[in-house]
């Protein structure tokens, strides 16, 4: 079982395999799949917790409704990971709160219907055989909680969401690496051969293997190995919403695709948020500041096609309101950085996500193929020398933020 602590001098590891710096699910589902594959992993995370920076400020979704090639051949296999968590993890009876409401990007704009159809035919061409155009009429029966204005939606009941603690955690205990937390990797020692160490504030570990899964720190970390990695880090907000009964339990994540607006139920509250297209990039960081009026906005957009919503703005207190922010990390096709960075022998990426809680467990076991020689690096669509050989496929899919 895997064992989190902060280490002493006596339990720092001199030595290891591999060693992942970031402890968020993409790194732990890294470390998960490398000690899988019989490597010594260990994984240094700088916070005094596994999943506590971007992680666990996400709204927890995961979906298939992909319509990039790369991203629909993560997304499949990381929602049957969650679908069948214990087993992979070996962990008998372990919960991860899994709840399959579906993800529904709805318009009342006729001029999308044709993308709408076009992105369902185009799920269809990358394996993801169930979701679905819904009409007018398709919608206001199964959900009633829709304005009658809504023309046209997807929908795929199998996407949904899960508790991002436990996930992590799960990943955690069911392999057998080492994390370190409150240990901080501060530097990238290479020679002839390239990676061999990696410096920390508890000690040195020699490796001839280090994966920056930093989140929205990796370029920080790409440096240190004299890297300069094309990502963007960009501030996204979300705010919890307390209980109100009107709030509709059973409704999937619907998003409003004509202003990127969305939320879904959460405990009898609901997750409330909006991806500004006109947020600037920013500095890595570990505060963030959230907007005062960032929950007025996203309720008067949302009120439009949820119009359940207007009652309950009437009536909201700010007590009722808890505001919070992380940071996407895009990349210039907005998919993710995964595998070997050839200039660097040893040193492997995976970082770059606007949407690493649902790609996290494929694009981790990726990494340990990758490593182990199991995947050839030309065989992965996500390597990180795409741009350089100039195959990049620009991505299409809702709600990354940018158009
Ligand atoms: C409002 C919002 C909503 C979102 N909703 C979703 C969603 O529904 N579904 C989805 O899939 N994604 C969602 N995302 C995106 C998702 O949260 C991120 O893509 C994902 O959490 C990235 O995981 P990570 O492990 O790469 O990063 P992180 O969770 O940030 O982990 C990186 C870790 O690296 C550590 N670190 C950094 N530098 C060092 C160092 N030098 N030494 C040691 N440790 C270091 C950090 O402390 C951190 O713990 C959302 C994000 C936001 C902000």
Known sequence: MGRIFTPSAETFPATADAVVIGGGIVGVASAFWLSRAGLDTVLVEMRDGLSTLTTPNSIECFRAQFTEPAMAELAL????????????????????????????????????????????????????????????????????????????????????????????????????????????????????????????????????????AAGPFAGVVGRMAGLDLPLEPVRRQKVFVSPKPTIPQDAPLTIDLAEDAYWRPETGGAYIAWVDPDEPAGEPAEELPTEWDFAAIVLEKLIRLNPFWEEIADTLKSEDLHPS??????????????????????????????AGVMLSPEAGRRIAYLVTGEMKPEENLLRPTRYAEGIVYQGDSFLRGRH
């Open 77 to 212: 296999p990381s929602i049957e990971v969650f679908e069948n968590f214990a087993d992979v993890v070996g962990l008998a009876g372990y919960d991860i709160s899994i709840r399959q409401q579906g993800y529904l990007f709805v318009t009342d704009d006729e001029g999308q219907i044709d993308d709408l159809q076009a992105a369902v035919a185009k799920h269809r061409a990358l394996g993801v055989t169930d979701s679905e155009f819904l009409d007018h009429d398709d919608l206001l029966a199964r959900f009633p909680y829709l304005s009658d204005r809504v023309v046209g939606a997807t929908f795929r009941q199998r996407d949904g969401w899960l508790s991002t603690h436990e996930a992590t955690q799960g990943l955690a205990k069911g392999s057998t690496a080492t994390f370190l937390v409150s240990t901080k990797a501060t530097g990238i020692q290479q020679d002839a051969r390239g990676i061999c160490a990696v410096e920390t504030t508890r000690g040195t570990i020699a490796t001839r293997v280090v994966v920056n």
């Open 325 to 354: 922010a992380g940071q996407y990390v895009y990349t210039p096709d907005e998919q993710p950085l995964i595998g070997p960075v050839p200039e660097v022998p040893g040193f492997y990426v995976n970082c770059g996500y606007w």
